[in-house]
C-alpha cells in the first residue's frame, strides 16, 4: 500500500512554492519551476512505488526463508540464508558470462551506479545495465555488426535513430518499461531529459564490449573507446 497518495504529494510540494494558477501548476516557467514541482512529484510517487515494491519482496523473502527456501540476491542462491527486512547487499556486477547464469535483472539494474557493467557476455550476445544521470545521454552511436534491444527499468528520455548522424528521423519519448530495438547500422542514442537517473540494460547480438568490462562515467566509456579505435 503506498504511504503518499498522489494528491498528497501534489499538496506537499504546492505548499512549498509560491501560488501559481491551478492550469499552469506543471507549466514550464523562466525559472524552471514548473518543471522542479512536476519533478518534485515524480520522485515523491516513484519513491513510494519502490518503497513499497522493497517491503513486498523482503515479506517474500521472509516466507521463503520460514519454509526453508532458498534465497536469491543478485544472482547468487543461498540455500538456508537468513534476510532482514530492508537490509541492502551490494551488487553482483561481475560479468557471469558465458556460463550459466539468473538473477533478479530489475532489481541489479536499479541498484547498478555504473554508467555501463557487462553482466553476461556469452559467443553470441552480451547483457550490459546502464545508468544515466539527468541531462546526460547514451551518446551518438552505431554498431555495423551487432544489434541491440534495450528495456528501461527506471526513469525516462528520448531516444532518437536514424541511418546517419544527422539524419535521426526517427524520436520517440520512452519511460520504465520501454523496449528499443535499435537494427544493425543504426545511428541512435538516448537523452536522459526526465527526472531522477535513468536506468536500463541493453542486450547487444553478437557481443559488442569486451568481457568484464565496466566503466563507472560516460567519460571513461569514450576515452577507452578513443583509445581503442
Not at 531522477?196 to 553478437?206: D, H, Q, S
Request: proline letters at 7%.
Amino acid at each position: 500500500m503506498l504511504k503518499r497518495s498522489l494528491f498528497a504529494v501534489i499538496l506537499a510540494v504546492a505548499a512549498a512554492l509560491p501560488a501559481v494558477p491551478a492550469a499552469a501548476a506543471f507549466a514550464d516557467t523562466p525559472d524552471g519551476r514548473g518543471q522542479a514541482l512536476e519533478c518534485q512529484v515524480e520522485d515523491g510517487l516513484q519513491a513510494d512505488m519502490e518503497q513499497t515494491a522493497a517491503e513486498q519482496l523482503d515479506d517474500e523473502r521472509t516466507a521463503g526463508d520460514q519454509a526453508g527456501d532458498s534465497v536469491q540476491t543478485f544472482g547468487k542462491s543461498k540455500p538456508g540464508s537468513k534476510s532482514k527486512p530492508g537490509s541492502k547487499c551490494k551488487p553482483d556486477l561481475s560479468d557471469h558470462g558465458p556460463g550459466p547464469f539468473s538473477t533478479d535483472l530489475a532489481e541489479l539494474t536499479r541498484e547498478n551506479p555504473n554508467y555501463r557493467a557487462a553482466v553476461w557476455t556469452g559467443g553470441l550476445l552480451q547483457l550490459t545495465v546502464m545508468s544515466i544521470p539527468q541531462k546526460g545521454e547514451v551518446g551518438l552511436e552505431a554498431h555495423g555488426d551487432t544489434d541491440q534491444f534495450l528495456y528501461v527499468v527506471k526513469g525516462s528520455g528520448t531516444v532518437m535513430m536514424g541511418p546517419a548522424q544527422d539524419k535521426l528521423d526517427y524520436k520517440r519519448p520512452v519511460e520504465r518499461g520501454s523496449a528499443i530495438f535499435v537494427p544493425k547500422g543504426t545511428w541512435h542514442n538516448i537523452v536522459n531529459d526526465g527526472c531522477g537517473e535513468l536506468k536500463l540494460f541493453t542486450v547487444y547480438a553478437p557481443p559488442h564490449h569486451p568481457h568484464g568490462t565496466v566503466q563507472k562515467t560516460k567519460a571513461q566509456a569514450d576515452a577507452e573507446e578513443t583509445k581503442n579505435k
